[in-house]
């Protein structure tokens, strides 16, 4: 794992870690901003994690100053801890909410990151940030990153999400690897965070290697953004780190409905099973209900359509969202019969033929030109927004019906694909 680069790790990090305490006190975190003493603590910490000897213009330290200030990032906390304490000591007992918000804050500033992090190598090593650690401090923290943990666990569970629904899918998946990149970029307007991700192909790699980037915009990483991450980690893992077809081709523009819409659809189901069972010791089941909330308010932002003046191929995210909800009324009729109904029972059954699907397709090498005819030719043909219309569709092209039967006993998704699209 590559890292973020220094200074933006520092505001990266604390914020990060911020963010777990303020939903470790037990509170729905909107609740803070409905109790005035308590968003003044968060207002404080803001300014603190940012405004701290101009953290985000500074550059490495120089030899003297790693001397006199010891480990850099243990030293950072504890400036931001002493300025919050400073700002904030007679705001504590304004509310109870405030006072354990307050409390749980200075015990995230008074962490020995660094210190905990050397405690277990060897040699011991923390690094300094000074220019010339600056290789020494890039091994460390790629391959310890205590300051980091936070990223590489909530990667480490994505990516082994993703490998786990194609393996079950089409029994192969292939390594993905992984870079944190820090940029001063405004916040995301597809989706409303201080986080953006992108999925490149690596070229140089020996074996097929997809890299994921995070770049984050961190001067205002908060809760939402921390929430956001499992979201935007398996959106890239699942969507684009396995997908069987080259992402940076000019003619991937072609399937970008099913990409960004479709597989989006595919992701957020695979996500949404995964915190329903995650175990309550890991970080991802800690914190299950809350990041499922907000991969559900990250993906209404995405998909709003009064937004597609401003962002870039959004309705085309929403064509492929559509698309994949017709396909998945389509199935459930398949699976509830020709002389049934559809139920709850005919419904999950449903969901888990066309994820399995859906994967197997994407994982697959039908080009980008194939897979946006597939899309559009289901929204030219089913997609209604209406009940009633869409049972009109559906009278109108029976033909559908017989075809999803057909794959769901042969399991080819190639000829289920094809008939779709030539469909008249």
């Not at 015990?107 to 000074?130: E, N």
């Not at 953004?225 to 893992?237: A, F, G, K, N, R």
């Not at 929204?379 to 569709?393: K, T």
Request: glycine share 8%; net charge neutral; with cysteine.
């Amino acid at each position: 794992m590559r890292h973020v680069s220094w200074p933006q790790l520092m505001p990266l990090s604390l914020r990060l870690r911020a963010a777990i305490a303020i939903l470790d006190t037990g509170e729905c975190f909107e609740a803070f901003a409905d109790d005035a003493m308590a968003a003044l603590v968060l207002g404080e910490l803001d300014r603190a994690v940012t405004g701290e000897m101009g953290v985000l213009g500074r550059t490495r330290r120089s030899e003297q100053e790693a001397q006199l200030e010891g480990p850099a990032l243990d030293a950072y906390y504890a400036r931001v801890g002493a300025e919050l304490a400073k700002k904030t000591g007679s705001v504590a007992g304004g509310s109870p909410l405030a006072a354990q918000l307050t409390q749980s804050l200075r015990q995230v500033c008074a962490s020995t990151v660094c210190q905990t992090c050397a405690a277990g190598a060897s040699p011991v090593y923390m690094c300094q940030w000074t220019r010339k650690s600056e290789a020494e401090d890039d091994r460390t923290v790629a391959g310890r990153g205590a300051c980091l943990q936070v990223l590489s666990e909530l990667f480490t569970f994505t990516k082994d999400l993703a490998a786990s629904a194609y393996q079950n899918a089409c029994r192969k998946c292939q390594v993905i690897g992984f870079e944190l990149h820090s940029g001063h970029d405004e916040r995301s307007s597809e989706l409303d965070i201080a986080i953006h991700g992108v999925t490149t192909e690596n070229a140089t790699a020996p074996l097929r290697v997809r890299v994921v980037r995070l770049r984050f915009c961190a001067e205002s990483v908060g809760v939402e953004d921390y929430l956001s991450l499992p979201y935007v980690l398996l959106h890239e893992c699942l969507v684009h780190g396995l997908c069987g077809v080259n992402i940076e081709a000019p003619e991937a523009v072609l399937s970008t409905a099913f990409h960004e819409g479709w597989m989006d659809c595919v992701a957020s189901e695979v996500l949404k099973s995964a915190l329903s069972v995650a175990p309550a010791g890991h970080l991802v089941g800690r914190h299950a209900t809350q990041f499922g909330r907000q991969t559900e308010q990250v993906r209404n932002t995405r998909f709003k359509r009064n937004r597609a003046g401003r962002a870039k191929d959004v309705l085309k995210w929403i064509l492929g969202e559509s698309a994949f909800h017709t396909m998945l009324r389509l199935f459930d009729f398949s699976v509830a019969g020709a002389e049934g109904e559809t139920n709850a029972a005919s419904a999950i059954q449903a969901q888990a033929e066309l994820l399995r699907f859906s994967l197997a397709l994407n994982h697959s090498g039908l080009s980008h030109e194939t897979r946006g005819k597939f899309v559009r030719s289901l929204q030219r043909h089913y997609v209604r927004g209406e009940p009633a219309h869409a049972l009109a569709a559906l009278q109108q092209r029976p033909q559908v019906i017989d075809f999803i039967d057909e794959y769901r006993v042969t399991m080819d998704y190639s000829k289920l694909v094809k008939k779709l699209i030539v469909i008249r």
